[in-house]
């Protein structure tokens, strides 16, 4: 017999609901946009109100509920953009959030001491993109805001205190404050000091697939769930969408979104002295997740396929990459070249002059297409290298999969199988429900889901263009 549970996936730009049942069946979804407000006070800051999405949020269960009046929930769980932080006030209640595109403390990263050591303690760099550093850009210039924390925590479990009322954070979402200490496995004393933190305002440590506690009794009657309904910790939406592929240690992994984090795991503490990785706490703090990111890279897809392939279909636009035989051009707009530390400020499409006649606007998808499986494909090479993990098979996730031309691009690249197993597309909801079954005891699907693969070839055109992309790439943004 089934259960049921609402799953909450807070992204970037769009965030969205779910009802599903513990066999990882999804009867019904909402999403919203997720509105965000610039704060001129500053070079690139921006800021959301917490109130704002939960109105929304709470709308979509209440929704989705209301369609299925037969069913009783058993449980929430979320999962949420790493990088991303919610401020509650003493009294428990939440009054600003500081989105993982808010970059206020880049003005004040230099006085900032002890850097390797941050690195050494909390596997992250010292720049604007944690939340340490945005709270130290909101201390700078709003003392009298950061005076009203009382707590902070991420935005996946500040649903988890939406809900019952309790504030917890998951390890996964922990260390990208890089306030904590993925070696000790707890916040870190020192790093609170480097940036002149008060230790109080960080909340209590909870794992993914644990109980943070009942639902409040105001929700359970809202959304007609069941009376011992509770709330399961989720966590980060990289290690949460890893849940559905079933990564383990030793693995290769991407997932393919707004961004494409490349990650393997591994049972140690990894600890690179030339700062090449993120080390990130997986789920729970049991294992280390080793990334790099290429940055941007879907989002990027889905622009050029706006501005120039409105009209087209998915499957249109894939019948036309599989008859190419040549590229008129490259493409380079991922943002981040990450083994070096430094973003790429430069992109574009790069073609002989004068405009050849016979580029179309498939030549243009296809080369950004190709930029994200060059971009994907480097910062694979250089983990694989950098950490000694050579699995023969390459594990995918997210929805930037749909397209089999980026797939079968990937897998002729690494010479690796590309492994994508079903519901790849809804990783993140599906990885949710793989963590309410952990909690409640469910056995969960009678399977675990079939795989789809893709076998690399060799001498295909991607391989033709990779060199021709890197050089066109590295010439636009040289030093």
């Not at 001129?40 to 800021?47: C, F, M, P, S, V």
């Not at 922990?174 to 904590?180: D, G, K, P």
Request: charged residues 25%; contains cysteine.
């Amino acid at each position: 017999m089934s259960r049921y549970y609402l799953v909450v996936d807070l992204g970037t730009g769009n965030s969205r609901v779910a009802l599903v049942t513990s066999e990882g069946a999804i009867l019904g979804m909402r999403s919203f946009s997720n509105t965000y407000y610039r704060d001129e006070q500053y070079e690139d800051a921006q800021y959301f109100l917490p109130e704002e999405w939960k109105d929304k949020l709470l709308r979509g269960c209440v929704e989705l509920c209301g369609e299925h009046p037969e069913l009783q929930v058993s449980a929430i769980s979320s999962a949420g953009a790493r990088q991303s932080i919610v401020l509650l006030d003493r009294s428990g209640d939440a009054f600003y959030g500081l989105p993982n595109i808010d970059n206020r403390g880049r003005a004040y990263m230099g006085e900032v001491p002890d850097w390797e050591e941050i690195y050494r303690i909390s596997g992250k760099w010292v720049t604007e993109d944690f939340d340490a550093a945005k709270l130290l850009g909101l201390r700078k210039v709003y003392p009298e805001l950061y005076r009203r924390i009382g707590k902070i925590t991420s935005v996946s479990e500040w649903i988890a205190q939406i809900f019952t009322g309790r504030t917890v954070i998951e390890p996964s979402q922990a260390c990208e404050t890089q306030l904590y200490d993925i070696g000790e496995r707890k916040w870190s004393e020192k790093v609170c000091d480097c940036y002149g933190f008060d230790m109080e305002i960080l909340p209590e440590l909870c794992p993914a697939g644990t109980a943070a506690g009942p639902v409040l009794p105001e929700y359970r009657k809202l959304l007609g769930l069941t009376d011992d309904a509770v709330f399961v910790v989720g966590g980060a939406d990289t290690q949460i969408a890893l849940r559905q592929v079933k990564i383990g240690v030793g693995d290769i992994a991407v997932v393919s979104g707004t961004t494409s984090p490349v990650v393997t795991l591994m049972k140690e503490k990894f600890y690179d002295p030339q700062q090449r990785v993120w080390t990130d706490a997986n789920l729970g703090g049991k294992t280390y997740q080793i990334e790099m990111n290429p940055g941007v890279t879907g989002l990027n897809y889905q622009r050029i396929c706006s501005m120039l392939a409105g009209d087209w279909s998915y499957e249109e636009l894939e019948k036309a990459y599989a008859l190419k035989t040549a590229f008129h051009c490259t493409a380079s707009f991922s943002s981040l070249l990450f083994y070096e530390r430094r973003p790429l400020r430069r992109g574009g499409f790069f073609m002989r002059s004068p405009l050849d006649a016979a580029i179309d606007k498939t030549d243009l998808l296809w080369s950004v297409l190709g930029d994200i499986a060059c971009s994907i494909y480097e910062q694979y090479s250089n983990l694989r290298s950098l950490t000694g993990n050579h699995s023969t098979y390459l594990l995918g996730c997210g929805g930037g999969f749909q397209s089999r031309a980026l797939c079968q691009m990937l897998s002729d690249l690494t010479g690796c199988q590309l492994r994508l197993r079903s519901g790849f597309d809804q990783a993140t909801v599906q990885g949710l429900t793989l963590v309410c079954n952990e909690c409640l005891n469910e056995p969960g699907p009678s399977s675990a889901g079939e795989w789809i693969t893709y076998e690399p070839r060799a001498s295909q055109l991607i391989h033709r263009y990779y060199p021709v992309w890197l050089k066109n790439r590295d010439e636009a943004n040289q030093k």
